[in-house]
Antibody, heavy 118, light 107 residues
């Protein structure tokens, strides 16, 4: 069975940084793109970033470009989201998800809440 | 960016009803569309990908179709477990984009 467990969320002040982690198990991690999707409180889903199997391609939504960095460690079956210069509008539950080559999100983690507030 | 316009935003229906949710893409996406179901406090769940391919384990009352840039999710006979919010997503072009969601409520 596929398991995705996010961690690293919490309360941070505007301008601060957080690093989210997603530990994967139950599938061949190195065979999948991986994706981060977020959901602000009471709002819809927003795709944030994804990364190719070998890390050679990365894509971001415009609102996080230059501030967030997605990375992965295939030896540790983990994907990460480094979030810098955080803003109030980054407050959301962040989900990691597996992504077949075609691009949709197959399996999802339970999410981790990031709150940006002073 | 490709805009995904989903309608209606809210839908009230009864158990046994046939329900249809529509998603319109701002440009051709060649069928690269997924549908997700989300219940309160839970992660989304994939239902359909490539516009009409049912994910393994998803009940056959769910179906998807495509006509140009318009996509439809149909629930043939609404069940109690189906009251949830549904999202479409295009994955033809980065940035991937979701529709605004359709909340299916009990009538």
């Amino acid at each position: 069975e596929v398991y995705l467990v996010e961690s690293g969320g919490g309360l941070v002040q505007p301008g601060g940084s957080l690093r989210l982690s997603c530990a994967a198990s139950g599938f061949t991690f190195s065979s999948y793109w991986m994706t981060w999707v977020r959901q602000a409180p009471g709002k819809g889903l927003e795709w944030v970033a994804n990364i190719k199997q070998d890390g050679s391609e990365k894509y971001y939504v415009d609102s996080v470009k230059g501030r967030f960095t997605i990375s992965r460690d295939n030896a540790k079956n983990s994907v990460f989201l480094q979030m810098n210069s955080l803003r109030a509008e980054d407050t959301a539950v962040y989900y990691c998800a597996t992504t077949p080559n075609t691009g949709y999100q197959g399996n999802w983690g339970q999410g981790t809440l990031v709150t940006v507030s002073s | 960016d490709i805009q995904m316009t989903q309608s209606p935003s809210t839908l009230s229906a009864s158990v046994g009803d046939r329900v249809t949710i529509t998603c319109r893409a701002s440009q051709i996406i060649h069928g690269w569309l997924a549908w997700y179901q989300q219940k309160p406090g839970k992660a989304p769940k994939i239902l359909i990908y490539e516009a009409s391919t049912l994910e393994s384990g998803v009940p056959s009352r769910f179906s998807g179709s495509e006509s140009g840039t318009e996509f439809t999710l149909t629930i043939s006979s609404l069940q109690p477990d189906d009251f949830a919010t549904y999202y479409c997503q295009q994955y033809n072009h980065h940035p991937l984009t979701f529709g605004g969601g359709t909340k299916v409520e009990i009538k």
